[in-house]
């Protein structure tokens, strides 16, 4: 018998800052909109998902803090709410968004379940879940298993596919579903944006955005901003997703205390994003990096290492610059070109506008989960 009612879904994903929790966040909030029964579970809400959404719910798992436990385990209080949600509310199936722990989680709730359930579990691998606990032999094979039992796979880039069956020889398939960004529309006006950053109408403002852990290469980016040429006044703003406060020394060294500009933990993005002129990424891997998207859907281009999934959303020349990586150099130079020249600058953020719409966008990536979930659920 075929059907289109709508599904229900589980999903698991870090809440916190972090890409792929922003796309789990945004993922759940669209199915929702497009009326299937939503279900998150997960250690804290995600901070980007709205309240009292219909169709979307919360399920928190507690954790208890045991004396006789050194690290505390998430695993197992995971699995048992997520196979308690599914039995609860007779779930379709668990999306989980990056592998570990909760890809195997999930097939643990799943083996909970009474036999004869129908819980399809659906795996997404963002990024370091491959590349960096991929290659750690305490993980790898706890991933591979969980990626041969999950019912689909998918990747947000070629480039992690590729990886993903590289580094843990996973030979099943994997579908690329790139990721999107769905902007909420911005509070403020880009001027009243820019006024409250202390930006001046004259100046660019250049754009960092990340978790700024090791593998961002905050260092060049400042690095690359303190060998900038231009006359052109300009200010770095970093959207930190974790404290800046490692950088500050690096900071005072370069002498851009009045060029640098802070804001940790921003939740609503979007009025920020609306006052930058120019991103710079200096990350030495990247699978997709959801930042430059953001930028991109503002009209703003950037300058990027030419890494792992980056390429597959900046055209080099068109959309971005791509420079290669570990260079300060190059990211200057290119910074310096794209500074000086407004009307370059101008017509590669529409440009890069443009794909964002066309090719990342909410009604783009949705859909192909939705098939997806019906395919693995053999609904039509
Ligand atoms: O894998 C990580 O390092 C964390 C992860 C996250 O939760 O932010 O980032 C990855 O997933 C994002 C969303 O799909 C991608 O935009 C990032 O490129 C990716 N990070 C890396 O590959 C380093």
Redesign the pocket.
């Known amino acids: 018998m075929t059907s289109t009612r709508p599904l229900k879904i589980g999903i698991t994903c870090?809440p916190s800052v972090?890409?792929?929790?922003v796309?789990a966040s945004a993922l759940g909030e669209e199915l929702a909109k497009r009326g299937h029964e939503v279900h998150f579970i997960s250690y804290e809400r995600p901070f980007r998902l709205p309240a009292n959404a219909p169709r979307l719910h919360f399920h928190p798992v507690v954790i208890n803090d045991y004396d006789l436990f050194k690290y505390p385990d998430y695993t197992l209080p995971l699995s048992v709410k997520m196979a308690e949600v599914s039995q609860k509310h007779g779930l379709d199936l668990l999306h989980v968004h990056?592998a570990v722990p909760h890809a195997t989680a999930a097939i643990l709730a799943r083996s909970m379940l009474p036999s004869g359930n129908r819980l399809r579990v659906v795996t997404t691998l963002?990024?370091?879940?491959t590349?960096l606990l991929g290659r750690d032999a305490g993980y790898g094979p706890a991933i591979l298993h969980a990626l041969n039992c999950s019912d689909a796979v998918t990747a947000?880039s070629e480039f992690l596919k590729g990886e993903s069956q590289r580094l843990l020889a996973f030979t099943g398939s994997v579908d690329v579903i790139h990721?999107f960004f769905a902007p909420r529309p911005p509070q403020r006006t880009r001027e009243e944006a820019r006024h409250e950053l202390g930006v001046g109408p004259d100046e660019v403002l250049l754009f960092h955005s990340s978790?700024l852990?090791p593998?961002k290469r905050v260092d060049l980016v400042l690095e690359a901003v303190s060998l900038l040429k231009t006359t052109t006044p300009f200010k770095l703003l970093v959207l930190a997703g974790g404290s800046f406060a490692p950088f500050l020394e690096q900071v005072r060294k370069l002498g851009l205390e009045s060029r640098v500009i802070v804001r940790e933990n921003v939740n609503a993005i979007e009025d920020p994003l609306q006052a930058a002129d120019l991103g710079v990424f200096a990350?030495e891997?990247?699978?997709?990096?959801?930042s430059i998207l953001e930028a991109m859907c503002f009209g703003c281009p950037s300058v990027a290492t030419r890494v792992?999934?980056i390429p597959e959303l900046v055209e080099d020349g068109a959309t971005g610059v791509l420079v290669p990586p570990g260079d300060a150099r190059a990211l200057a130079a290119a910074l310096d070109s794209l500074i000086g020249s407004p009307s370059h600058r101008l017509t590669m953020g529409r440009l890069a506008r443009l794909r964002a719409h066309e090719r990342f966008s909410t009604e783009t990536i949705v859909p192909q989960y939705e098939a997806l979930y019906r395919r693995v659920c053999s609904i039509v």
């Not at 972090?18 to 929790?21: A, F, I, L, R, Y």
């Not at 963002?126 to 879940?129: A, E, L, P, W």
């Open positions: 870090y972090g890409g792929s929790g796309l990056y963002h990024g370091t879940d590349t947000v990721n978790n852990r593998l990350s891997t990247e699978s997709f990096c959801l792992g999934g």
